[in-house]
């Protein structure tokens, strides 16, 4: 378990412009080509970036998110690139802070929609649900329950938004109307095949995936590829098998441990977001080690 004082909230790499900096992610440009990512330990918790670091998450983010990217090489390609951080970072003391946390990738055109899969009915959903009975426009049986496992996983997209700002759910129309019916096309059913056979392994280990995001760009011939980061506790909801039961909303591996403390407080959810006690960042950064030990090792 790192501590506190090795967390990285804010990389400052002096040797390469910044392109941008997201809500953990800090983005360098290194030529015309590639990008060097920098996964930090910030946290955000409804779309604000808390002052808390959670100790090595940055480093356990992108060791979940290469795992996954090198087993889903198969059905499409990521943005890795054959570059090594040492092929682009000279000063021993940048190497330093970028170790196990940062990858050189391609430089892609990112397409504007998050694609969203939901195996189970929890959060958003659940809530469109009880509303509609449906989900991003997609009729669901009547009488689901919380937490329960939909008959098939389903894709349902999601605009991407801001720094600060919410996504917002959109029906599959919308993304042909955004990027196209062909980029649509692809884009559901790869989502939906990484899906299946990521749930299918980590199940084996113990973790039900409830639900994920994928995010998709694409390369100068048009061709679709993998880009962001890949089921990992933040950009997925991660169940615990041995705990699961629906009715309810199940324990996480993810940062829904944070957003449950929060929403005990009298915060309004705009930012400046409140200070986290030590029981919490520390619970949390276990969390995040027990989905790394289970998925990898």
């Known amino acids: 378990m790192q501590t506190k004082s090795n967390t990285l909230f804010r990389s400052n790499i002096k040797s390469l412009p910044l392109s941008s900096s997201g809500k953990v992610r800090d983005i360098y440009i290194i030529d015309d080509e590639h990008f060097l990512i920098v996964t930090s ?9 808390l002052s808390d670091p959670i100790p090595g998450k940055g480093s356990i983010l992108t060791e979940i998110s290469n795992f996954w990217f090198r087993r889903c090489s198969n059905i499409i390609p990521n943005h890795l ?16 802070i970028l170790k196990d946390r940062a990858i050189v990738v391609r430089k892609l055109k990112a397409l504007p929609i998050e694609a969203v899969i ?30 329960e496992k939909l008959p098939e996983p389903i894709f349902t997209p999601a605009t991407k938004a801001n720094v600060g700002d919410h996504d917002e ?35 084996e280990r113990g973790i039900i995936i409830a639900d994920t995001k994928f995010e998709f760009g694409v390369d100068e011939e048009n061709k679709l590829v993998l880009i962001d980061e890949l089921l990992t506790p933040d950009s997925s ?18 940062k829904q441990y944070v957003r449950d403390y929060l929403e005990t407080l009298n915060w309004d959810k705009k930012p400046p977001g409140p200070k986290l006690p030590d029981e919490v960042i520390n619970m949390t950064a276990e969390k995040y080690e027990d989905a790394r030990k289970k998925l990898i090792l």
């Open 41 to 49: 330990d910030r946290l955000s918790a409804f779309d604000v970036i």
């Open 81 to 96: 690139s054959d570059l090594t951080i040492e092929d682009v970072i000279n000063k021993e003391s940048e190497l330093e």
């Open 118 to 147: 939901r195996g189970y009915l929890i959060g958003s959903g659940w809530g469109d649900y009880k509303k509609t009975g449906k989900v991003c426009g997609i009729r669901l049986p009547q009488g689901l329950k919380q937490a």
């Open 169 to 203: 759910n959109i029906d599959f129309e919308s993304v042909k109307n955004l990027i196209g019916h062909e980029l649509a096309d692809q884009i559901r059913n790869i989502s939906l095949k990484i899906y299946s056979e990521a749930a299918e392994y980590a199940i």
């Open 237 to 254: 909801r991660f169940w615990p098998v041995e705990s699961y039961k629906i009715d309810m909303s199940p324990p996480s591996f993810d």
